[in-house]
């Protein structure tokens, strides 16, 4: 049995956290015999090594020649204090400070070239922003051969190979399942467990890519594909995925079971939830992908898998979206006439901004559509150029913003075939008078979102919780 365990930062982000990951390592290895270990960089609130990374590359690529030193500086505290502190002198103590130094001697001489160029490529980031994780996984898997486990620090660019796109790698899969296999099976047969970097992969020809920020949840995903994982496990300090966001109804509880699409819907209508994107390798290879608690270990926490045969009927989630404005195009001229909506969104896209949700009156004499309240200017500007010519002939009456809206969504694959879910919610919202402004259902029917006023949100989110 196989179990891929994801640790993020604040999992590593200090010596004591990095003990207590090292015990749920253990407790793991107990239980599954073969276990594989991704980890981010360390980042303890609010300090994050790739944060700082970056800030030092920024700083240097404009000119600034201090501020990457005092990165260094303060790089070179945050890890030789866990160090220090969890590593013996008469151990490994020496080794993974140099080892670490090493690390960010690089990092200053990358910076440096930067600052004589005057120019920061997606390439040169990608290899600092990297050198967190690089840094991170030397030290957790010397204090575990130190307390007597076999252990190895690997660089996922030895395993995930991506294509060049620099930032936002994309991992080539057939060839990243034949380098992991090759590295990782043996360590594994020899009871070695494999401390793999986050974030970070490599091209075909060996140049240090990331995954995009955040990419250890991918990496994760991706080494459980590769591997033919049983499980992969996402550690955080929630239980889970919750009902709903625990600031807005504290009744908010777990949820046991996710589907990817229910997923999918919540991470676009504002739940705090994995990228979509990120699980996909796991998902489509039918590894269940669980999301647990460093804190609170023992529960469950929450299972995403490609379709849940009990989902019991319903709903499972309630998320919402704030300050957005809702964008009308009114006329009765508008009837019939092909290429209005067409139109609009092509406006709307050349302004590069996007579109959360769209809902048309059948009578075809509105459209409208919620965007980020920031871009509601431009956008309407945007509008009135394009239908210059319908404003003036009346056929369109008017393009109009409704500010401060809200998008709250139910989700769950179960409202599918199950009659009366939406009538139950507008009865609720209706009885604590919340006014709709606006509703889409995906064709899906895993969620219905409905646009209701800024200051009705809560009120909606509380009511639609109260019947999941
Ligand atoms: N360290 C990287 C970041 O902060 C990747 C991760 O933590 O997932 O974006």
């Known amino acids: 049995m196989m179990l891929v365990m994801k640790f993020g930062g604040?999992?590593?982000?200090?010596?004591?956290?990095?003990?207590?990951?090292?015990?749920?390592?253990l407790q793991a290895k107990q239980t599954w015999g073969r276990v594989v270990v991704i980890?981010?960089?360390?980042?303890?609130?609010?300090?994050?090594?790739?944060?700082?990374?970056?800030?030092?590359?920024?700083?240097?690529?404009?000119?600034?020649?201090?501020?990457?030193?005092?990165?260094?500086?303060?790089?070179?505290?945050?890890?030789?204090?866990?160090i220090d502190e969890l590593l013996l002198p008469e151990g490994e103590r020496q080794r993974i400070l140099a080892d670490n130094e090493a690390f960010l001697g690089r990092f200053t001489d990358l910076c440096q070239a930067v600052l004589v160029l005057g120019e920061l490529t997606p390439r040169a980031l990608d290899a600092i922003s990297g050198m967190g994780e690089q840094m991170s996984i030397r030290i957790l898997a010397a204090y575990l051969r130190q307390i007597g486990?076999?252990?190895?620090?690997?660089?996922?660019?030895?395993?995930?190979?991506?294509?060049?796109?620099?930032?936002?790698?994309?991992?080539?899969?057939?060839?990243?399942?034949?380098?992991t296999k090759v590295r990782i099976r043996p360590l594994l047969d020899q009871n070695i467990i494999p401390i793999v970097t986050g974030f970070i992969g490599a091209t075909e020809?060996?140049?240090?890519?990331?995954?995009?920020?955040?990419?250890?949840?991918?990496?994760?995903?991706?080494?459980?594909?590769?591997l033919d994982a049983q499980e992969v496990w996402i550690w955080t300090d929630v239980d889970g995925v919750m009902t709903t966001d625990p600031r807005l109804e504290p009744t908010a509880r777990s949820i046991p079971t996710l589907t990817y699409r229910e997923v999918s819907e919540l991470a676009y209508y504002g739940a705090k939830v994995l990228h979509p994107k990120t699980i996909r390798p796991c998902i489509e290879n039918g590894i269940p992908l669980r999301i647990k608690n460093t804190f609170n270990p023992a529960h469950p926490g929450t299972v995403i898998v490609a379709d849940d045969k009990n989902g019991n009927g319903g709903m499972k989630a309630v998320s919402a979206i704030r300050s957005l404005s809702l964008i009308t195009i009114e006329g009765k001229g508008m009837m019939g006439v092909p290429g209005i909506a067409a139109r609009t969104f092509g406006a709307v896209a050349h302004e590069d901004v996007s579109v959360l949700l769209i809902s048309q009156a059948s009578s075809e004499q509105s459209i409208s559509f919620?965007?980020?309240?920031?871009?509601?200017?431009?956008?309407?500007?945007?509008?009135?150029?394009?239908?210059?010519?319908?404003?003036?002939?009346?056929?369109?009456?008017?393009?109009?913003?409704?500010?401060?809206?809200?998008?709250?969504?139910?989700?769950?694959a179960g409202m599918r075939g199950t009659p009366g879910i939406a009538g139950r919610i507008f009865t609720a919202l209706g009885n604590t008078a919340v006014n709709i402004i606006a509703i889409a259902q995906g064709s899906s029917e895993c969620s219905i979102s409905m646009v209701v006023s800024g200051g009705d949100m809560e009120t909606a989110v509380k009511q639609i919780h109260a019947l999941i």
């Open 149 to 179: 486990h076999p252990a190895e620090a690997i660089d996922a660019t030895e395993l995930i190979v991506t294509d060049n796109n620099f930032q936002a790698a994309m991992p080539l899969l057939p060839r990243t399942r034949s380098k």
């Open 10 to 25: 604040t999992s590593v982000g200090s010596a004591q956290a990095m003990r207590e990951t090292a015990d749920l390592i």
């Open 205 to 226: 020809y060996g140049v240090t890519t990331t995954l995009g920020r955040g990419g250890s949840d991918y990496s994760a995903a991706i080494l459980g594909q590769a």
């Open 370 to 412: 919620a965007t980020p309240g920031v871009y509601a200017e431009k956008v309407l500007l945007a509008l009135e150029t394009e239908f210059a010519t319908e404003l003036q002939r009346q056929d369109i009456d008017r393009i109009w913003a409704e500010h401060d809206a809200a998008i709250v969504t139910a989700v769950g």
């Open 39 to 82: 980890a981010s960089a360390m980042g303890s609130q609010p300090v994050k090594v790739t944060d700082l990374l970056l800030r030092g590359a920024h700083a240097a690529a404009s000119g600034d020649k201090e501020t990457y030193k005092l990165v260094a500086a303060e790089l070179r505290q945050i890890h030789f204090a866990a």
